[in-house]
C-alpha cells in the first residue's frame, strides 16, 4: 500500500482510478496498525485496485477534503465517487464483499 505524503497527489489517485482504496490512520495508534495489516491482506487480493494511505496529522487536509472524523478510516472510490466507508473497527470481511463487488462491476 503506497504512502501518500500530498493532498493534491491524493485527490488526484482517488478521482482518475477506476478502483482505489483509501486508509487513513495516526501515528502511534496500535489500532490503526492492527487494521493496516488487515485492511492490506483484503486489498491484495484485488489485482485492479490501486491502494494507498495517509497519516492524518503528515496531511490534516484529508479530514476536511474526505470528512473523516475518526481513524482509522478506509474509503474506497469508483471513479472519483466515494462507494464505501468505515470508520476503527473496520468489518473486514464486509470490506472483502463490497471490493468484490465493485472489481466485478469495473471489469
Same mark, same amino acid.
Given at each position: 500500500m503506497e504512502?501518500? =505524503?500530498?493532498? =493534491?497527489r491524493? %485527490?488526484?489517485i482517488? =478521482?482518475?482510478?477506476p478502483?482505489?482504496? #483509501?486508509?487513513?490512520q495516526?501515528p502511534?495508534c496500535?489500532?490503526?496498525?492492527?487494521m493496516?495489516d %488487515?485492511? *492490506?491482506?483484503v486489498?491484495?487480493?484485488?489485482? =485492479?485496485l490501486?491502494?494507498?494511505?495517509?497519516?492524518l #496529522?503528515?496531511v490534516? *487536509?484529508?479530514v476536511?477534503?474526505f470528512l473523516?472524523a475518526?481513524a482509522p478510516t478506509?474509503?474506497?472510490?469508483?471513479h472519483? %465517487?466515494?462507494?464505501y466507508r468505515?470508520?476503527?473497527?473496520?468489518?473486514?470481511? *464486509?470490506l472483502e464483499?463490497?471490493l468484490? %463487488?465493485?472489481s *466485478?462491476?469495473i471489469?
Amino acid at each position: 500500500m503506497e504512502l501518500l =505524503n500530498d493532498i =493534491n497527489r491524493l %485527490k488526484g489517485i482517488v =478521482n482518475s482510478e477506476p478502483f482505489c482504496l #483509501l486508509y487513513i490512520q495516526t501515528p502511534d495508534c496500535g489500532l490503526c496498525s492492527i487494521m493496516l495489516d %488487515k485492511i *492490506e491482506a483484503v486489498a491484495q487480493r484485488f489485482d =485492479n485496485l490501486r491502494s494507498a494511505r495517509v497519516e492524518l #496529522l503528515v496531511v490534516p *487536509e484529508v479530514v476536511g477534503e474526505f470528512l473523516v472524523a475518526t481513524a482509522p478510516t478506509v474509503l474506497v472510490f469508483s471513479h472519483g %465517487k466515494e462507494v464505501y466507508r468505515a470508520g476503527t473497527f473496520i468489518d473486514t470481511m *464486509e470490506l472483502e464483499r463490497v471490493l468484490t %463487488k465493485w472489481s *466485478e462491476s469495473i471489469t
